[in-house]
T-cell receptor, first 113, second 116 residues
Framework: DQQVKQNSPSLSVQEGRISILNCDYTNSMFDYFLWYKKYPAEGPTFLISISSIKDKNEDGRFTVFLNKSAKHLSLHIVPSQPGDSAVYFCAASVSGNTGKLIFGQGTTLQVKP | EAGVAQSPRYKIIEKRQSVAFWCNPISGHATLYWYQQILGQGPKLLIQFQNNGVVDDSQLPKDRFSAERLKGVDSTLKIQPAKLEDSAVYLC??????????????FGPGTRLTVL
């Protein structure tokens, strides 16, 4: 039962262009969403989050969009840089819960110089 | 500020053997999590501690996995006996407060376990 899905295992973009990573979820109880970034041999690091009361959250080059009716969120990176090459995980949780995160499978982003 | 520390970083064992992983969370963090990440999948929560009490262990295979958090600080995760399907990266994370849903989780580098 995969409640959070990242259907694209990999994505390759040119430096300076936009990277768009997608994530779908099935549980309508989820109301808080996060993106984590993971480099090889390191643990995931928190990138950006969004509450279900919003449809957009920006932090520098990173923007997360949430479409609740479609149960879909996306992460936009503009402009993409080679240092952004990593695995990106989306995760979801339920307010009032213990903080348990449900992760997607991850998307490997490669940004080519 | 020191991050979450885990050891060992790599472990190779034969099936049916036992193995233990250690985690030292960020100082002052009340909540500690153990996740299992199988290759090609996202991390899956095994157990969550708040201080030294268990908050959620619903996905911990209790017939072979056990975990404890000593004095609300360090934690160990044990597998006994190991199976081939336990091959994964075991990630430890910690968060500052009571593990509320907006509380940022900070991850350690993980322990890569290979069961032969």
């Amino acid at each position: 039962d995969q409640q959070v899905k990242q259907n694209s295992p990999s994505l390759s973009v040119q430096e300076g262009r936009i990277s768009i990573l997608n994530c779908d979820y099935t549980n309508s109880m989820f109301d808080y969403f996060l993106w984590y970034k993971k480099y090889p041999a390191e643990g995931p690091t928190f990138l950006i989050s969004i509450s279900s009361i919003k449809d957009k959250n920006e932090d520098g080059r990173f923007t997360v969009f949430l479409n609740k009716s479609a149960k879909h969120l996306s992460l936009h990176i503009v402009p993409s840089q080679p240092g952004d090459s990593a695995v990106y995980f989306c995760a979801a949780s339920v307010s009032g819960n213990t903080g348990k995160l449900i992760f997607g499978q991850g998307t490997t982003l490669q940004v080519k110089p | 500020e020191a991050g979450v520390a885990q050891s060992p970083r790599y472990k190779i064992i034969e099936k049916r053997q036992s193995v233990a992983f250690w985690c030292n969370p960020i100082s002052g963090h009340a909540t500690l999590y153990w996740y299992q990440q199988i290759l090609g999948q996202g991390p899956k929560l095994l157990i969550q501690f708040q201080n030294n009490g268990v908050v959620d262990d619903s996905q911990l295979p209790k017939d072979r996995f056990s975990a404890e958090r000593l004095k609300g600080v360090d934690s160990t995760l044990k597998i006994q006996p190991a199976k081939l399907e336990d091959s994964a990266v075991y990630l430890c994370a910690s968060s500052l407060t009571s593990g509320g849903y907006t509380d940022t989780q900070y991850f350690g580098p993980g322990t890569r376990l290979t069961v032969l």
